[in-house]
């Protein structure tokens, strides 16, 4: 079965994630399927091991969450800072919720970071995940260990959907600025030599507003959870972004219709239930992100 996963990946991962194609009416070779920060539902998430365990699955794009060290890294975390859910502390002990925030990743180095165990204690959201220690990695060793694996097993790199995490209420308290931000995000993604293989995506407008400007050749996903609509998302936004990625609950026939028109990409978030998966594909939808990639397996 690995075998076949590997060889569908080789034709999968000829087109890119935020080429303008002609909108699927179901799977075919350019749906998009995406491992939400790896393979959450199997594996720690954001971690290595998650994302190379996606790999063994057909899965296209690595989902995955970016904050930034004190030392300026490119870190993999959806939280900015120590999550009391999964994280445990150089010594052993839980995070407890109360100190989570005091534990701000923009205050560590990247090394610091390092020395905390976000896996060992499981997930309780996710009973099928196996626990096992992992730490932060940044985005430098999850592209180096994804490039080492894909080599190896003769599989065609991936690409990457990488997640600015920021909000106004966390600027220069858990993330620096979004123009800076942006900037050490765009500039990780040049030094890698990722290209067409990355994506950004944010909720924050302001983030891919600053990516925008930076290098408006980059592809963006726009990330949607409110119920404004289409029109008022965009105009909010001021451009309109090569992907359009709302919670998979707001995607109708309609929603797929409006973005087709306008030569987006529909690719929703988080869809862990096989029938909402098979719905979805019937609507139209261009991808789907989950935490489960070995339920692709069961797609038709």
């Not at 205050?107 to 932060?136: M, W």
């Not at 040049?190 to 592809?219: M, N």
């Not at 990330?223 to 359009?244: C, V």
Request: hydrophobic fraction near 40%.
């Amino acid at each position: 079965m690995l075998r076949f996963c590997f060889v569908l990946s080789l034709t999968w991962l000829t087109t890119a994630c935020g080429q303008r194609i002609q909108p699927n009416s179901n799977m075919s070779v350019t749906f998009d399927w995406q491992g939400h920060r790896g393979a959450r539902g199997l594996l720690p998430e954001n971690s290595i091991p998650s994302f190379l365990k996606a790999l063994e699955y057909p899965i296209l794009t690595l989902e995955l969450d970016v904050v930034i060290s004190s030392d300026g890294q490119v870190i993999l975390s959806h939280e900015p800072w120590m999550s009391a859910d999964i994280c445990s502390k150089p010594d052993g002990s839980p995070v407890s919720k109360d100190e989570e925030q005091s534990l701000n990743l923009f205050q560590l180095t990247a090394a610091e970071i390092r020395s905390y165990d976000c896996g060992s204690r499981g997930n309780s959201r996710f009973p099928q995940q196996q626990a096992i220690p992992v730490h932060k990695p940044s985005l430098n060793e999850v592209v180096k260990a994804v490039r080492q694996y894909c080599q190896e097993y003769h599989r065609a790199e991936p690409f990457y959907n990488i997640e600015i995490k920021s909000r106004p209420e966390w600027d220069n308290i858990f993330t620096p600025d979004p123009a800076t931000f942006a900037a050490l995000v765009v500039t990780e993604v040049q030094r890698l030599k990722l290209g067409e293989r990355a994506c950004i995506q944010s909720f924050d407008v302001r983030a891919l507003q600053a990516v925008h400007r930076i290098d408006p050749t980059l592809t963006l996903a726009y990330l949607i959870e409110n119920t404004d609509g289409l029109e008022q998302n965009l105009q909010k936004l001021g451009f309109i972004p090569q992907i359009y990625s709302p919670y998979h609950k707001l995607v109708d026939a309609t929603l797929v219709t409006q973005t087709h028109a306008q030569q987006m990409r529909l690719i929703p978030w988080t869809v862990n239930d096989t029938n909402d998966m098979r719905a979805l594909m019937k609507l139209g939808v261009d991808g789907i992100i989950t935490d489960y990639p070995d339920y692709i397996l069961l797609m038709p």
